[in-house]
């Protein structure tokens, strides 16, 4: 990223760069992530109705997120500022509009219940005058481009896990069966059935070990650095990565075998980091757990599907993507 930037590997090395946040590291993403997504998003500091086309905009900011920051005509990054100008345009006239909708005192949601939307939430701050305008659109943003391809590739990946490892799968449904036969035919999720999904949940983690949806994260030395025998001067950038501990038998025996029953037992702190650590922990892990739970139940138990191509090829853009979208074949269960 044409900055000096030391990467670092092992639990140590993670506990120490992740817990010193503010102290003698800050985050720190590449430019080309902060233009576009913006200045006034929480990243740089310490239910919105999705019109058609827009989520094509949006993957075109996404797109640009870690490509180098040259606008040129035709480059990715001089695309990917232009997708960002669109969405900004749109943000801006569906926060106004909210704002109207809120000193009009229309306070409900479409179902007559309380507007607790967090663009709700973010636009009476707004009213209040505890954030600006520009602050509300660059956390939208930030939150789309931290939620999106993180969370499908999450999910992608679990299923192409548990297509290739049968016995896994067969596990996974009893456990979704168990599920649905404390239920009545028509009764939804709760959030109790939630938490009965630990193998669902150990199937994620062990895909997201293997294949992890960021490959690690910045930060910049704000003092000079001692660790390990080494000095890293003040300016400097350090990369933490998922790939150093994910696959280290110092930490995970058989690295390379896809092996769920691993989070049986408590793994050590800063060596599964899919989710970073410390004081900038996802601020969406919780939601990410939740949104992988809920639709692989719902996949599972519903319909039967299977993996077009088994062996897929994961590019790497520079996060991971299967090369062909993953097309699966489908088909309801009853
Ligand atoms: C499987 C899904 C996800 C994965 C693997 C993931 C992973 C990560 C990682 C590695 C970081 C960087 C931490 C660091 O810089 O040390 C991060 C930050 C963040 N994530 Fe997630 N994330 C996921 C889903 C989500 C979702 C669903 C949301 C919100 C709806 C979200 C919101 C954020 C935000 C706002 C930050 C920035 C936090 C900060 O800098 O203080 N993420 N995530």
């Known amino acids: 990223m044409g900055e000096p930037t030391v990467v670092v590997c092992g639990a140590k090395a993670n506990m120490f760069f992740m817990s010193n946040e503010f102290k003698l590291v800050i985050s720190s993403w590449p430019t080309s992530s902060v233009e576009l997504m913006g200045k006034n998003s929480i990243m740089e500091k310490k239910g919105i109705v999705v019109k058609p086309g827009l989520l094509e905009t949006f993957e075109g900011v996404l797109e640009g997120a870690f490509s180098p920051p040259f606008k040129f005509p035709g480059s990715k990054f001089s695309r990917a500022i232009s997708a960002r100008m669109k969405v900004q345009k749109f943000l801006v006239e569906v926060i106004?509009?909210?704002?109207?909708?809120?000193?009009f005192g229309r306070v409900q949601n479409e179902q007559g219940k309380l507007d607790e939307s967090l663009l709700s939430r973010l636009v009476k701050a707004?009213?209040?005058?505890?954030?600006?305008?520009?602050?509300?659109?660059?956390?939208?943003v930030l939150l789309v481009f931290a939620a999106h391809d993180t969370t499908s590739f999450a999910i992608a990946m679990t299923f192409r896990m548990l297509a290739q490892h049968p016995t896994c799968y067969s596990l996974l449904l009893q456990e979704h069966a168990n599920i649905m036969s404390d239920k009545g035919p028509d009764e939804g999720l709760s959030l109790e059935d939630t938490k009965k999904m630990k193998y669902t949940w150990q199937v994620a983690r062990e895909s997201m070990r293997l294949f992890p949806p960021i490959f690690g994260s910045f930060r910049k030395a704000i003092a000079d650095i001692e660790f390990d025998g080494f000095t890293i001067p003040k300016g400097w950038k350090v990369l933490w990565t998922t790939y150093g501990t994910h696959n280290s038998p110092e930490y995970f025996k058989e690295p390379q075998n896809f092996d769920p029953s691993r989070f049986e037992e408590?793994?050590?702190?800063?060596?599964?980091?899919?989710?970073?650590?410390?004081?900038?922990?996802?601020?969406?892990?919780q939601l990410a757990k939740l949104n992988i739970l809920i639709f692989v139940h719902y996949v599972v138990t519903k319909y039967n599907w299977s993996l077009v191509d088994h062996d897929e090829p994961i590019v790497m853009d520079p996060l991971p993507f299967p090369s062909k979208g993953m097309p699966i074949k489908i088909s309801p269960k009853f």
Do not use: H, T, W
């Open 126 to 140: 707004m009213i209040r005058g505890e954030v600006s305008e520009d602050e509300v659109v660059d956390n939208v």
């Open 96 to 103: 106004r509009e909210k704002r109207k909708e809120i000193e």
């Open 266 to 285: 408590p793994v050590q702190p800063y060596a599964f980091i899919p989710f970073g650590g410390g004081p900038r922990l996802c601020a969406g892990y």
